[in-house]
């Protein structure tokens, strides 16, 4: 008697870690230069550079790039950037972690201050945290057949297995160009920049994945013409791009993680030699997974008239699909201005970013809480102080429903900004409001016995002699009819036929005549 099996890939968690570190730093402006006068913004990312692990133990080395808007000591005003870094090392305990298995690293910047110690030195302080996880490759041999077996009865359950088929790091570089409209003069030099990633999805096809979004691209610039000092451009860059993926292909469930790792932009003469074209260079790390719900039927229990069969039983975990689906959460709120006495005359540049700070399994689903970290460029009133920036954390909460949850699912979470309007209701005051899409797959995690091998013995026929060739029998709670007909030497269809029912009606308290099969 041969067993068919039939193998699952999947991937398991080997463990979670999670560190938190504070960087602090001093910056001296380049002597290039000018005075500091004030601080206007400060933005940066955490940019992994190596992460090595070996015997339950990982070294993360990496840096914090920050970049400085900044207002001169003139009378004008004058606006300037700068930028740095600050590297870090980190290491972090996760139990069973090996060289060779999968990691995952998300690399979040919670918070970053630049501070003005004096006219010519920033105090950089910053708050980063690291979430890494370790999984393993594991594939599982389910038993779903026996072959040879005379007239041997078998027990299948079925079970829906979420079997990984395609799991691929890759990049996606964006090339692109922005002309600048009449009304805009020509640009002398960029002073400030943000690219921002929107509303990506994935689309599978046959060995290959369609990749949608866009770029948002924010540029201040100094101007060629003497009036009109400092620029500013604010436009979309829509994208669609082709990656090989062996093994895709439509109807698979598809799990996207998207970080954008840099953007360049360029300026180049147009036609006529003016400054007036932004090439865009920008590349985005993905991490794809993909999934095929696999229908299995396993040998749950066996046994033969003809033979004594010894079914050997293991238990098997696996993982079943619950959802892969987006939610759109709407976000709102009022910001009000510290500088009552410079008006707000004109909103250049708005931006946000997602900051998830918990999620929960409850009975209903996953509970998403975070916030939405708003920045706002505006033109003021004072001349000397010609743009500010105001910074506002608007909460969000978010229940996304998915039946079957529990504190042990797997989820796979990506929470994206996908809109952003922030408009002015007065000189002081300004509304937001805001969509974050939620895309989430989230899978269960089962376990299920099956035989992994059988033993044949000869039947004892002296045991067997000495049961009855027939009884009366009252099915008790908790019988099914498998097991009564495995323990009176029997089959379920021969039950059925002697006492003319269906399977189904063998309920408790049913009479039945039991008739031994094997004499």
């Not at 003069?185 to 002073?191: D, F």
């Not at 610039?221 to 009036?227: F, G, R």
């Not at 004109?346 to 998830?356: P, T």
Request: with cysteine.
């Amino acid at each position: 008697m041969e067993l068919v099996r039939r193998t699952i890939r999947m991937t398991r968690q080997k463990g979670k870690a999670v560190s938190q570190m504070t960087l602090d730093d001093d910056y001296n402006i380049p002597e290039t230069m000018p005075d500091v006068s004030m601080i206007v913004q400060e933005k940066g990312d955490l940019e992994i550079g190596e992460v090595r692990v070996e015997n339950g133990r990982a070294l993360i080395r990496g840096n914090l790039r920050f970049y400085v808007l900044y207002l001169d000591d003139s009378d004008e005003g004058g606006l300037h950037s700068v930028k740095g870094q600050i590297p870090f090392e980190e290491n972090m305990n996760v139990e069973g972690a090996k060289d060779g298995d999968s990691l995952k690293l998300n690399g979040i910047l919670e918070d970053l201050f630049a501070v003005l110690i004096n006219s010519r030195k920033m105090g950089i302080k910053a708050v980063g945290t690291l979430e890494l996880t370790v999984e393993e490759l594991a594939e599982e041999a389910l038993t779903t057949a026996l072959e040879g077996g005379e007239q041997a009865e078998i027990r299948t359950e079925h079970r829906t297995a979420a079997a990984l088929t395609v799991q691929k790091k890759d990049t996606c570089r964006i090339k692109d160009e922005i002309i600048l409209p009449a009304n805009k003069p020509n640009i002398r030099e960029l002073i400030w920049q943000d690219v921002t990633l929107r509303g990506m999805e994935l689309r599978p096809g046959e060995d290959e994945i369609l990749i949608k979004g866009e770029l948002g691209v924010f540029v201040l610039y100094e101007s060629e013409e003497t009036e009109q000092k400092t620029g500013w451009l604010e436009q979309s860059v829509p994208f669609n791009s082709h990656i090989d993926v062996h093994g895709s292909r439509e109807g698979l469930a598809a799990s996207l993680g998207a970080v954008l790792v840099g953007a360049e932009l360029e300026v180049k003469p147009d036609y006529d030699g003016e400054l007036r074209v932004l090439h865009v260079d920008a590349v985005l790390n993905l991490d794809i997974r993909m999934y095929e719900e696999e229908g299995v039927d396993l040998v749950a229990d066996v046994y033969s008239l003809k033979k004594e069969l010894i079914p050997e039983k293991a238990e098997t975990d696996y993982e079943r699909l619950l959802i892969n689906s987006a939610s759109r959460c709407r976000v709102s709120g009022r910001m009000t201005t510290e500088q009552t006495d410079m008006q707000i005359l004109q909103i250049c540049h708005s931006s946000g970013e997602v900051k998830l700070d918990d999620c929960t399994a409850v009975e209903q689903g996953l509970r998403v809480e975070g916030a939405v970290q708003v920045e706002v460029l505006y033109v003021t009133s004072d001349d000397s102080h010609p743009i500010l920036c105001r910074k506002e954390a608007i909460p969000f909460e978010q229940l996304i429903e998915v039946p079957g949850m529990t504190k042990d699912s797997v989820w796979y979470l990506d929470a994206i900004l996908d809109q952003l309007a922030v408009d002015m209701v007065s000189g002081t005051e300004m509304d937001v409001k805001g969509v974050v899409l939620l895309q989430i797959l989230v899978l269960a995690k089962e376990r299920a016995e099956h035989v992994v091998s059988v033993t044949e013995e000869p039947l004892d026929l002296t045991a067997l002699k000495a049961l009855p060739a027939f009884v009366l029998y009252a099915v008790q709670p908790g019988d099914t009819l498998w097991e009564i007909a495995k323990s009176c030497r029997s089959t379920g269809e021969r039950i059925c036929e002697i006492n003319g029912c269906a399977p189904e009606e063998i309920r408790p308290g049913k009479k039945l005549i039991l008739i031994k099969e094997v004499r």
